[in-house]
């Protein structure tokens, strides 16, 4: 699909924050983005969109990327501080099938599937095997990392694991933070892998723009599936959607309240502004 020529370019343009860091880079970097509520989405296919991070991590430039879901865009518009920074990602994957219908509504775009975190992790691993570049992984739990890190070995065997930082399941000082800092950008990463769960992944790489040098990949559950400690709904109940349901049975202490919550509020919002208020 031909991105640039889309016939909608008047709603891009008012979907983009010319004057936001992100959308200079997005500009830069030839994809348009589309505005869902608050996020600005980018569309690009995965192939594409993995191409772009490799461009850019290829000159360790600090870049962000994540790949959100309903749950990501409902807390971006229920919390001021993700909501104030959510845009300075410069690359935001619609991970959902509901976040692509309702882009496709507003938009026309045509898009036939979502980006999810796992799968746009694949693409870029195996990018960065072809080109040998180095990766980072920071999150997540020291097992979880043990077990990623061995299967990019054996799966990816051109990348090369720079360093591994467990989570602290808290916030760091500002010393730690400093400290976090100074040890990925010494260890070469042109990517990080950045397995925090959201939101606290999304604050994690929109706070690090401008100090960490390289792509930085907010792709939270990747981690656990690539570890093989969760698995992958088929891709035909993905594409229906119901993907979200497949991980309920998996974590249903955990989800259960986060869906009924979040896919309640995105319903009402995607009615709302489709047929009252007019505009994403």
């Not at 879901?69 to 935001?92: C, D, F, P």
């Amino acid at each position: 699909m031909e991105i640039i020529d889309n016939p909608v370019s008047n709603e891009m343009s008012s979907a983009r924050d010319s004057n936001s860091s992100s959308g200079e880079i997005a500009a830069e970097l030839s994809f348009p983005t589309f505005k869902l509520f608050l996020p600005r989405y980018c569309v690009l296919d995965i192939d594409s969109a993995a191409d772009k991070i490799i461009e850019v991590a290829q000159e360790r430039r600090s870049f962000g990327v994540t790949a959100l879901a309903v749950h990501g865009l409902i807390e971006s518009l229920r919390s001021s501080a993700l909501g104030e920074k959510i845009n300075r990602i410069q690359m935001i994957m619609p991970d959902g099938q509901p976040i692509v219908w309702a882009l496709n509504s507003f938009y026309r775009l045509g898009l036939r599937d979502k980006v999810m975190g796992p799968w746009l992790t694949t693409a870029v691993l195996e990018r960065a095997s072809d080109k040998g570049l180095s990766i980072y992984l920071y999150g997540s739990t020291q097992d979880t990392l043990d077990k990623f890190s061995q299967n990019i070995k054996l799966r990816h065997p051109g990348v090369h694991i720079c360093g591994t930082h467990a989570d602290r399941f808290r916030e760091a000082t500002p010393e730690e933070d400093a400290a976090d800092i100074k040890k990925i950008n010494a260890s070469g990463a042109h990517i990080i892998l950045v397995g925090r769960g959201c939101p606290r992944q999304e604050h994690w790489v929109a706070d690090h723009i401008g100090s960490v040098n390289g792509a930085m990949m907010a792709v939270g559950a990747a981690f656990d599936y690539h570890a093989e400690k969760l698995s992958l709904a088929p891709r035909w109940l993905s594409r229906m959607g119901l993907e979200w349901f497949l991980r309920l049975i998996q974590e249903p202490r955990r989800l259960w309240r986060r869906y009924l919550v979040t896919n309640s509020m995105f319903i009402y919002l995607f009615f709302k502004h489709r047929f009252i208020v007019g505009k994403p």
